[in-house]
């Protein structure tokens, strides 16, 4: 099921699915404290000073690693038009080497979790080619097992601009200015996290501040991170935040015990 509504003059789409089963789950615990992590559209934006050949192999790890099937995986690749031709070319390269097959033969793409999830991730990629998106490779499919793909000249008004896809199918959408791709990012109602590639740290600070992700990665792609490091999700991403303190911190009750002695044991002023 899709939802669509119009945010800050872009048509933004969503997956329910992570949504409403957090909602549904919400009004069932009543006051009981949750912790949820409701999945992503992790933006990845690249500015025109980047290392091209260090975000290129980024997007590699961070959208085709398990198949795209991770929440952190690059949901969605916003690019300064200045280098887009250039990273798409670098990334073209780098995805053609990618192995495709079983798990057993332990291939780098292998086979989406279910059928209705890789007919899902067919219907984004119909309304791509519908609307004009430049496909880099032919789309293939056998069952539950879709090749990599890569989606050039993605618009906003397309599917796969705003819906998780969770497979291996990635859309590079070009960016005329910093603010469109921050634009872009914040528009969706997802949040988990997010990456930035530049050169320059005073820049990635500041789109890094300005982008509404849980987590920001600066010339990285998203991850997980160690057990004890932060890790949440804002918007429809989730609730609360993950990591051995603040986990145990979400699950405690605080509880207040008041002595009061029968004399002051200080004098006010």
Known sequence: MVHCFHLAGFPTYHMLHWCDTGIAISKKAGMIPLQMELGGKDACIVLEDADLDLVAANIIKGGFSYSGQRCTAVKVVLVMESVADTLVEKVKSKVAKLTVGPPEDDCDITPVVSESSANFIEGLVTDAKQKGATFCQEYKREGNLIWPLLLDHVRPDMRIAWEEPFGPVLPVIRIGSVEEGIHHCNASNFGLQGCVFTKDINKAMLISDAMESGTIQINSAPARGPDHFP??????????????????????????????????????G
């Not at 603040?246 to 002051?264: A, E, G, R, W």
Request: glycine share 10%; aromatic share 6%; hydrophobic share 30%.
């Open 231 to 268: 890790f949440q999700g804002i918007k429809d991403s989730g609730i609360g935040s993950q990591g051995i303190t603040n986990s145990i911190n979400m699950m405690t009750k605080v509880k207040s015990t008041v002595i009061n002695l029968p004399t002051p044991s200080y004098t006010m």
